[in-house]
């Protein structure tokens, strides 16, 4: 029974990849981001002591959204819920393949079983689950189906079922690299906030299973460890994470675009860029541009420039944290640029360092 069960499932796979791959050809901006707040209504997902999984995915969700709004007119951010309320999974990834997103980001908490000591974040890619532990946490998280009238969408497939997952690797290369791309920056900018870096992970999600763009489903954290559901139930938690998710988006657009040869490009002559805050390391002023940066600042990595009192002043690299910055410095000073030193822009304004990292922290 099990057997016919996958076949039949594997066929339906298979008749789902095609559109895909005519889909493999996207714009060359990003246009369009849908946020999953997972769970809703009487789906509550992983309950805590205090709060709920679907609580924390919806608070988390809407602040980030509210980032990208207030700071990238460019994109449209479309929700799959915006209050407390049951949407099928295969309804979510459709609302991302109607809108023709970009990017798809499922916000969900995690929980264990039997331990409350669990911690960190995590972030997963749709791919074939290589331990016992991320396959746990996709059967939970599609577990959600079980509550659904219809499930039509998923041809009898048995989120409990080991044997199911293994047909979601067959899925898994359309966007792999690009949805890879965004959950390491995810996890690195958690990282950079304190959290306990899980790392990226695989898995089969049924929420990623059609999107037919770059998918990635974040845990925040552990709902089930009292420490960590105090800082997801928390105004300051919800911020950070969002931030994360936020600042990890802006990075993805940005060497999205600039590798597509449509953002603004980085020889820009009044602001390096606008509408965004970084550091970066400047190492060079001329009074008159220079004709190339690949001949006159030969070696020097990611170039650009921006004018200041008359002059055009040259900066290397774009970095969300002053270390990172700081290890740029070094690499110029070692390279003869004995002068560079790290400046910070705040909001495509040259500001101070102190602004910069308070607009980074979001304090
Ligand atoms: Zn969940």
Known sequence: MIERKISRFGVLLLIFMLPLFALAQKGEKIQTIVID????????????????????????????????????????????RKTDKFIELSERAAIANRNNADVFVSIHVNSTEGTTTAN????????????????????????????????????????????????????????QKQSLDIADKVQKQFAARGRHDRGVQQAGFLVLWKTAMPSILVELGFINNAKEEQFLNSEKGQTQMALALYRAFEDYKREFEAENHTAAKPEATKSAATGDTYFAVQFASRDKKVASTDKAFSGVKEVSVYEYNGAFRYISGRFTSKEAATKRQAELRAMGYKDAFVVAFVNGERGTIKQAEAALNGK
């Open 37 to 80: 707040a997972g769970h809703g209504g009487k789906d509550t997902g992983a309950l805590g002591k205090v709060t709920t999984e679907k609580a924390i995915n919806l608070a988390v969700a809407k602040k980030f959204g509210a980032y990208i709004e207030e700071n990238m007119p460019d994109v449209k951010v479309v929700y799959t």
């Open 120 to 175: 960190g974040a995590e972030t997963y890619v749709m791919g074939e689950s290589k331990n016992e532990k991320n396959l746990a946490v996709a059967k939970k998280e599609n577990a959600s189906i079980l509550l659904e009238d219809n499930t039509d969408a998923y041809d009898n497939f048995d989120p409990n079922s080991t044997e199911a997952y293994i047909l979601f690797s067959l899925s898994q290369s359309m966007y």
